[in-house]
Antibody, heavy 119, light 106 residues
Framework: QVQLVQSGAEVRKPGASVKISCKAS????????IHWVRQAPGQGLEWMGW????????LYSEKFQGRVTLTRDTSATTVFLEMTNLRSEDTAVFYC????????????WGPGTLVTVSS | DIQMTQSPSSLSASVGDRVTITCRASHTIDNFLNWYRQKPGEAPQLLIYTTSNLHSGVPSRFSGSGSGTDFTLTISSLQSEDFATYYC????????FGGGTKVEIK
């Protein structure tokens, strides 16, 4: 079955960077885009961007363009999100999610990675 | 960006109730509207995609309708596991989510 396993919680100081991972299994990794969605504490869902693991093509929300980089390691069937210049308002749970049809909806989600930005 | 507005932002209901949640887009999105349920402390789960298609394994008490800018999620008979927050999401252009509707126990 499709499974997305995410890396553990991270704590960073303002201005630092973080790189979190999402390991996929149970399907052909290169056939399906992976999206990233974040959720600040007590808040709603915010789309950040996606990566096509087959081609490494990416698309980012304008809000995160230049501060977020999505990459993948096909041998490890893993996608990575790196975010730079962190600020306190970036404290959130970051979810990876699979797109089953290249139509920008998400049928399987990882459990989330909490990133806390605090001095 | 296309803005998605859900209503109500919260509601109280009982097990067995029929519940309707609406979602309005700031511009037409054809039928590119999806619904998710998020239980506390968990990741969202896909319920319905492209307005009215039930995702695999989702109970038939969930249904969706609408087109253009106005959409509806209906739960025909609320169950205990349905007390959660529901989000709509448009996939017509770069994805955006509604603000959520929290369904609480009356």
């Amino acid at each position: 079955q499709v499974q997305l396993v995410q890396s553990g919680a991270e704590v960073r100081k303002p201005g630092a960077s973080v790189k979190i991972s999402c390991k996929a299994s149970g399907y052909i990794f290169t056939n399906y885009p992976i999206h990233w969605v974040r959720q600040a504490p007590g808040q709603g869902l915010e789309w950040m961007g996606w990566i096509n693991p087959g081609t490494e093509n990416t698309l980012y929300s304008e809000k995160f363009q230049g501060r977020v980089t999505l990459t993948r390691d096909t041998s490890a069937t893993t996608v990575f999100l790196e975010m730079t210049n962190l600020r306190s308002e970036d404290t959130a749970v970051f979810y990876c999610a699979r797109d089953p049809t290249f139509n920008d909806y998400f049928d399987s989600w990882g459990p989330g990675t909490l990133v806390t930005v605090s001095s | 960006d296309i803005q998605m507005t859900q209503s109500p932002s919260s509601l109280s209901a009982s097990v067995g109730d029929r519940v309707t949640i609406t979602c309005r887009a700031s511009h037409t999105i054809d039928n590119f509207l999806n619904w998710y349920r998020q239980k506390p402390g968990e990741a969202p789960q896909l319920l319905i995609y492209t307005t009215s298609n039930l995702h695999s394994g989702v109970p038939s008490r969930f249904s969706g309708s609408g087109s253009g800018t106005d959409f509806t999620l209906t739960i025909s008979s609320l169950q205990s596991e349905d007390f959660a927050t529901y989000y709509c999401q448009q996939s017509f252009v770069t994805p955006t989510f509604g603000g959520g509707t929290k369904v609480e126990i009356k």
